[in-house]
């Protein structure tokens, strides 16, 4: 078998599970960076919004669409309501566009089953 290593510090990946393609330390430090991204970016499409009123928010308050794009305002109807109307038929798929978009070398996927295969 082939010693794999993390893609980007080159670490060994033994006792790491079969799946990983990065180390421990490089693992966390994406997860990191990807939520402070995928924040940085909502926050940039709602100003003014905090990270609270993302998708929470009391039931019968105004909050705003989770869409980054749409950034309409409506009044939030039930715990799990967090697209505006437009958007919610739209987008069922839309978190996972949004996350395969945003994370093209993403460590899960294609690129472990090509990992496998070679194995
Ligand atoms: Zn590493
Ligand atoms: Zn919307």
Redesign the pocket.
Same mark, same amino acid.
């Given at each position: 078998m082939v010693e794999r290593t993390c893609e980007d510090c080159n670490a060994s990946l033994e006792g790491r599970d079969p799946q990983a393609v990065f180390c421990k330390t490089c693992f966390a430090a994406r997860q990191r960076r990807n939520r402070r991204d995928a924040y940085a970016r909502w926050k940039a499409a709602h100003p003014g919004a905090t990270r609270r009123a993302r998708y929470t928010g009391t039931v019968g308050t105004e909050i705003t &669409?989770?869409?980054p794009e &749409?950034? =309409?305002r +409506?009044i939030k109807r039930s715990g799990v309501h967090k +697209? &505006?109307?437009? &958007?919610?038929v739209a =987008?069922e798929s839309y978190h996972d566009n949004v996350w395969n978009r945003a994370h093209p070398n993403r460590p899960f996927g294609p690129k472990v089953l090509a990992l496998k295969a070679a194995a």
């Open positions: &669409c989770a869409t &749409c950034g =309409n +409506f +697209f &505006c109307d437009e &958007c919610r =987008n």
